[in-house]
């Protein structure tokens, strides 16, 4: 069995040894470079503009304006049905009249190289009108603000409200009231590599080939097709390596679609690389939140009810095509989502700024919701005198009470909260972790335990986008084949940024076929080759690509057997394929290899049984169907040491006990934890886009922007339950942001427990040491 073991990734060895192939590392023939002029204000309008000494640098091919695309490309507006009354401004690849954000570009110039791209931007003159800037939510949800759409009447892109239960009652006759404001940091992905990106456009057989560093080639497919008026048929996306993604790569980007269109220009490839500040500048930010929250709670801990009002800032539109108003819809459905509560009430409101847009980003508004409900659980404990542990073992919905529903809507098939509470004690030698606490503190010594439960989204079904009318398809295919020689390839459409997509896939085919796994070569990320499907986002590649994957290998197993069977003369139903031989099944002994059963059907089809069909090739397509989404869960615990004089906060070891269901291989699933934990934690301690009052970005580069290094990281020690789901033969569920979406809870809630004694507390991450330092009083 392949399933199951923790098998490493094929494709580690060639990327370590510096042979991936990545968009970045690219050269065509003929091949031009773009760079772009970016607006210096975050609200203008343009006034002129000057391109012609731009036009006659050296190296210069072209130089387009906005007004020169809009020829080219239909404008987009990221909207969704489903969100009743969102709104969002038109958007083109380059600007016509205004600018909305500091760092949009205004002006794309084409050359022979990106150096003279570069000094050709430096030549052209542009004169702007400032306008007011929305620079922070209070300006931007002001009666008296400007708007920064005209026409529009506020600038909120979205309201949502949600209330179940009588929640007003229950506030009424609680026993305690917790309440409490939290903010939380914007940040954004720091890919390894930056977005990337070679469009080539074919006149004379109006075609395009995109060399896309992307997760979702089939999405831009259909975009860059219906945008630019090219047959779907005849756009070609392909995603070589991608060196990460994390979500900042699945969403349209204004020089991308304008890439398009220069190529289209020039007549000739065009590349773009973004630089590092302007990915700080036009990659996706996300996490822009301020929520105010309450917990009913009754004489022995149990909490009632729930009221949040979200306010989420957006940026200065909505993504296309997935929308900025995910993020917040998740958070407030999923906030209270592991505990049994009796009355929820939440007002979201998605509000326009003159800032980056925000976006969905790895855990889609988990680290929110998880932050927001666990600090009112830890609040909740410290008002009633319940230890961390007892009251969310109070509160959490038993683990025989599945199936239920969520008071947002949400529809749980089967979670293990209090399996996963119980082993994370045991996990974290708790008691023993108290006693050393209270040791400590007589010292001096600040230690804190911090404690976090969550429910994570995954394999979305076609309810998530469908239902909205985007292009962004919930199933996914896999064309299975078996060669001459009795190897095997899998063409599928889920894809690859080093998460191990390939090695999953090919541990699923290699079992479910019955061949050895190094003979099974997995293919992804090519709208040429690859059949159509959604790839990879929100956790789905394993359980929606592996059961793509496990139903194909199950029909071309059969296939096999039945030509198999002609050969022999034998029944289909008494032989079996294990390990690549054809075997008799009640006894297990060898009739022939499968490259014999492969070199007769390619070969010598002709000394087949009449009527007999050498189907050694099968295509299988598979969308979930029955719950709207397979919930995983899990529960964090972080343990951490605070200097109440510097601020500085050293994480000692971080826990988790996750439940994704079947688990197909423990390496990637805990690597997968991990980087997920890693990235939670630099929300709470070290990331976050700061602006000025003008809406300019002030840490713009690494130098500024910090990320967690591994000197900063503690050791994350993993355990696992596993549920699987019954929606799939598989039973396997997502696993990409379990790691992340509890992780700054925890890290919350441990800092907060340090911090008890001195009676500080911190409502905002991240957690810097500025900050800290004021919630003692000392800054």
Not at 216 to 240: K, M, S
Request: net charge negative; with cysteine; aromatic share 6%.
């Amino acid at each position: 069995m392949h399933v199951g073991r923790p098998l490493p990734r094929p494709n580690a060895k060639r990327l370590l040894a510096g042979r991936g192939n990545y968009v970045t590392d690219m050269t065509l023939p003929r091949m031009l470079h773009a760079a772009f002029v970016r607006a210096p204000f975050a609200h203008a309008r343009i006034v002129r503009m000057d391109v012609e000494a731009a036009r006659t640098a050296p190296g210069v091919a072209l130089v387009a304006t906005g007004a020169d695309l809009a020829k080219l490309c239909t404008p987009w507006v990221g909207t969704l049905d489903h969100f009743k009354g969102m709104k969002s401004e038109p958007q083109l690849p380059l600007p016509l009249e205004r600018v909305t954000w500091c760092g949009q570009a205004v002006v794309a110039i084409v050359a022979e190289s990106r150096a003279a791209a570069e000094d050709a931007c430096e030549l052209v003159e542009v004169e702007y009108e400032e306008l007011p800037v929305l620079a922070d939510l209070d300006t931007a949800l002001a009666a008296d603000a400007p708007r920064l759409v005209p026409g529009f009447t506020d600038n909120i892109c979205f309201r949502s409200t949600l209330e179940s239960g009588a929640v007003d009652d229950l506030f009424a006759s609680a026993a305690h009231v917790v309440e409490a404001e939290l903010a939380f940091g914007r940040h954004t992905g720091v890919t390894l590599e930056p977005r990337a990106l070679i469009a080539d456009y074919d006149a004379s057989e109006r075609s395009l080939t995109v060399h896309h560093g992307t997760q979702t080639p089939f999405q831009f497919q259909d975009l860059y097709a219906r945008h630019y008026g090219i047959p779907e048929a005849r756009v070609r996306v392909a995603a070589p390596d991608v060196g990460g993604s994390f979500g900042v790569k699945l969403h349209v980007y204004h020089e991308d679609m304008a890439v398009i269109g220069l190529a289209m220009l020039a007549g000739r490839p065009v590349k773009y690389v973004a630089d590092r500040l302007e990915a700080f500048v036009s990659d996706i930010h996300a996490r822009d939140h301020r929520v105010k929250a309450r917990a009913a709670v009754d004489g022995e801990g149990r909490i009632t009810a729930i009221a949040v009002e979200d306010e989420t800032a957006i940026g200065s539109f909505s993504t296309y095509p997935r929308t900025s108003a995910v993020e917040g819809n998740q958070v407030i459905r999923l906030i209270g989502a592991p505990y049994r509560l009796t009355g929820y009430r939440a007002d979201l409101k998605v509000v326009f700024q003159n800032k980056t847009q925000t976006s969905q980003y790895r855990a889609v508004g988990h680290p929110i919701a998880c932050a927001v409900t666990e600090h009112l659980m830890d609040r909740a404990a410290t008002l009633v005198g319940l230890d961390p542990f007892a009251i969310r073992a109070r509160n959490l919905i038993p683990d025989d009470a599945y199936p239920c529903a969520s008071l947002t809507g949400y529809r749980f098939e089967k979670l293990s909260h209090e399996a996963c509470l119980g082993k994370l004690k045991t996990l974290m030698d708790y008691e023993r972790l108290r006693a050393e606490q209270e040791a400590l503190r007589q010292r001096g010594i600040l230690r804190g335990i911090g404690i976090a439960a969550f429910v994570e989204i995954t394999n979305p079904t076609p309810a998530f986008y469908g239902i909205g009318g985007a292009r962004i398809s919930a199933q996914d295919g896999a064309v299975l084949k078996i060669t001459p020689s009795g190897e095997v390839r899998c063409l599928i459409s889920v894809t690859e940024q080093g998460q191990g997509t390939e090695t999953i896939i090919g541990q699923v085919v290699a079992d479910y076929l019955g061949v050895s796994r190094d003979i099974v070569k997995v293919i992804t990320g090519d709208t040429e080759v690859t059949p159509h499907g959604g790839a990879t986002w929100a956790c789905r590649g394993a359980g929606i690509g592996g059961e793509t994957a496990l139903q194909a290998a199950k029909r071309l197993k059969a296939n096999v057997l039945a030509l198999a069977a002609a050969i022999l003369q034998a029944k289909p139903g008494d032989l079996d394929l294990v390990d690549g031989q054809v075997v008799e099944q009640a006894s297990g002994a060898v009739r022939l290899p499968l490259s014999e059963v492969a070199r007769i059907a390619y070969f010598r089809s002709d000394t087949l049984p009449p009527g007999t069909e050498a189907q050694l090739t099968v295509a299988h397509h598979y969308a979930p169907s029955g719950y709207p989404f397979a919930f995983t869960n899990g529960v964090h615990g972080c343990h951490v040491e605070v200097d109440a004089q510097t601020g500085l906060v050293k994480i000692l070891r971080h826990f988790v006990v996750e439940d994704c269901g079947r688990i197909l291989n423990p390496l990637l699933v805990e690597e997968q934890v991990r980087g997920g934990v890693v990235q939670g934690l630099g929300a709470a301690f070290f990331e976050e886009c700061r602006y000025s009052d003008t809406g300019q970005l002030t840490n713009g580069s690494l130098a500024d922007y910090l990320v967690p290094m591994s000197c900063e990281m503690p050791d994350i020690v993993i355990a696992h339950v596993e549920t699987p789901t019954k929606d799939t033969e598989l039973g396997a569920k997502g696993c990409g942001e379990a790691g992340t979406a509890a992780s700054s809870a925890a890290a919350l809630n441990a800092v907060n427990d340090a911090l008890g004694p001195l009676g500080a507390m911190l409502t905002q991450i991240p957690m810097t040491p500025a900050r800290i330092l004021k919630a003692l009083g000392t800054f």
